[in-house]
Nanobody, 119 residues
Framework: QVQLVESGGGLVQPGGSLRLSCVAS????????QGWYRQAPGKQRELVAI???????NYGSSVKGRFTISRDNAKNTVSLQMNNLQPDDTAVYYC?????????????YGQGTQVTVSS
């Protein structure tokens, strides 16, 4: 079993900042990648940012230059610093971890944390 515990969501005004964190625990021997996805009402889940390995990062086009993803490998933790938040960033944010298992990669998601950007 793998558990992902997210924290840091909330309500922020446009232009503000939030920092999300996620700790992975359970049956984990190694981590292939960690990241964040989000889903707004009526929309599909989309990639926000992901780290593969130690420093291979990929960002969704709408957050480039505003969001920064980081990992603490020793603590199995991934964080997302979100700056200059806009109303379109309002969504449920889901932590994601990629674990190598039997020659494949298994994806796990957390339960999600709400981020609301509103004045």
């Amino acid at each position: 079993q793998v558990q992902l515990v997210e924290s840091g969501g909330g309500l922020v005004q446009p232009g503000g900042s939030l920092r999300l964190s996620c700790v992975a625990s359970g049956s984990i021997s190694s981590i292939y990648g960690q990241g964040w996805y989000r889903q707004a009402p009526g929309k599909q889940r989309e990639l926000v940012a992901i780290i593969i390995g130690n420093n291979n990062t990929n960002y969704g086009s709408s957050v480039k230059g505003r969001f920064t993803i980081s990992r603490d490998n020793a603590k199995n933790t991934v964080s997302l610093q979100m700056n200059n938040l806009q109303p379109d960033d309002t969504a449920v944010y889901y932590c994601n971890v990629l674990l190598p298992q039997l020659g494949s990669v298994i994806s796990y998601y957390g339960q999600g944390t709400q981020v609301t950007v509103s004045s």
